[in-house]
């Protein structure tokens, strides 16, 4: 395997670059993009890097530096581009997340080569592949939000778009041939519509560290404190909390409280600092779990079963479609369309056409089988 010798991209950092870049990115037909996150370093991660290939050039946008990056989002919304992504679903949601974006015309290289290989290549398998390069993975692990990148770095983000269009290239013939276009092209029109998640701390997400009776009322009632506590901590360090203290870790002080400093520092999987630095802190939150009265579990919301069982009825049909088809649920139809579905229950073919992701080519592919599931009858096809 060789490594790539690639002129390195232009870092671009002030708000007139991103200006220039965008006037170039305007007359272009399709575009590579990929971004890097600070989620594995930051408490709350955001978008620290922006890729961007064309056919002649790979640009390198910092939006550390950028004070608005609202150009760039003109690009994202323009359905006369193409943009192509590798594994693209958590690019859309941090893009989202960070900046509000709406993201039109998809292609995603996995996706494509999920169709022609029948794997769900990562990218480097692809540059392996197809290329002969081999990426250094050591870079996955790299904190994207320090400054300044060193030069491998940023050669390495390069990397994840410079040969994406060529791919691109490769897997539209091939999708062509086998008339598989217009079916991936509505599965990328679903994951352009995902949303991201509110990521507002949760005082209630403790109940999703353990299983069920896997701690008494007491216990539960001390992680209910560490883990409000844990969070602060997070916070003060911008670190994941995980990082500051993991979940095994957290159930396991609950479980066995730790009552002074010594206990602390021989509680397994407790790091020596968090022990030594908030031991008065960690020892407070213990003492008014032991005090608090038990916590009552979070109600589940009430159920429509009718609604339920009709988005059962058509989610084993997508399994079964997708088994038949040798493909993933979601390039069926999407869990949201179902959703969309099972509520409106539509009766006729412009009714189901009018529901999001119901695209031509699955109404042509699936509209029929649909309405015949939903109504137990032909419908006017």
């Known amino acids: 395997m060789t490594q790539p010798t690639l002129h390195p ?5 002030t708000d007139d670059e ?3 870049l965008v006037d170039v990115l305007a007359s272009e037909q399709v575009i590579a993009l990929d971004t890097e996150s600070n989620s594995l370093h930051a408490y709350q991660g955001r978008v620290c890097l922006v890729q961007i290939s064309t056919r002649s050039q790979d640009y390198i946008v910092d939006p550390v530096a950028i004070k608005q990056m609202e150009p760039l989002g003109q690009i994202l919304a323009d359905e006369r581009i193409e943009k192509v992504f590798h594994a693209c679903e958590y690019d859309i949601l941090c893009l989202k997340r960070d900046y509000g974006f709406e993201i039109n015309n998809l292609f995603d290289t996995l996706y494509a080569a999920r169709v022609i290989d029948g794997k769900m290549w990562g990218l480097g398998d692809l540059l392996q592949t197809h290329y002969g390069i081999k990426p250094d993975k050591r870079h996955q692990l790299d904190d994207w939000g320090k400054r300044p990148l060193p030069p491998d770095s940023l050669l390495y983000a390069q990397m994840d778009t410079h040969y994406l269009l060529p791919l691109y290239d490769h897997y539209t013939a ?6 598989a276009l217009e079916e991936l092209r509505a599965l990328f029109h679903d994951i352009s519509r995902i949303d991201p998640k509110d990521q507002a701390f949760d005082p209630e997400g403790y109940w999703k560290l353990v299983k069920p009776d896997e701690l008494d009322k007491r216990a539960l009632a001390v992680l209910a404190e560490l883990y409000a506590l844990r969070d602060q901590i997070a916070q003060e360090l911008d ?10 870790t957290l159930v396991r002080m609950a479980a066995q409280p730790p009552r002074n400093r010594r206990d602390l520092q021989a509680m397994r999987g407790l790091r020596a600092e968090m022990a030594r630095h908030y031991a008065d802190d960690i020892l407070d939150a213990v003492e008014r779990g032991l005090s608090a009265p038990p916590p009552r579990p979070p109600r589940p919301p009430r159920v429509d079963r009718t609604l339920t069982d009709r988005y059962t009825l058509l989610h084993n049909w997508r399994k079964e479609r997708a088994i038949a088809r040798g493909l993933e649920s979601n390039m069926v139809v999407s ?24 695209t031509p080519w699955r109404m042509a592919t699936y509209g029929c089988e649909i309405l015949r599931l939903l109504h137990r009858k032909s419908p006017p096809c």
């Not at 670190?239 to 095994?248: G, H, L």
């Not at 369309?337 to 009018?354: D, G, N, S």
Request: glycine letters at 2%.
């Open 239 to 248: 670190t994941p909390p995980y990082k500051a203290i993991d979940n095994r």
């Open 9 to 13: 991209a232009p870092l671009l950092t």
């Open 18 to 20: 991103l200006r220039a």
């Open 335 to 358: 869990k949201h369309t179902l959703w969309q579905i099972a509520e409106r229950v539509p009766t006729t073919m412009e009714e189901l056409a009018q529901i999001d992701g119901m």
């Open 174 to 179: 091939q999708l062509a041939a086998r008339d």
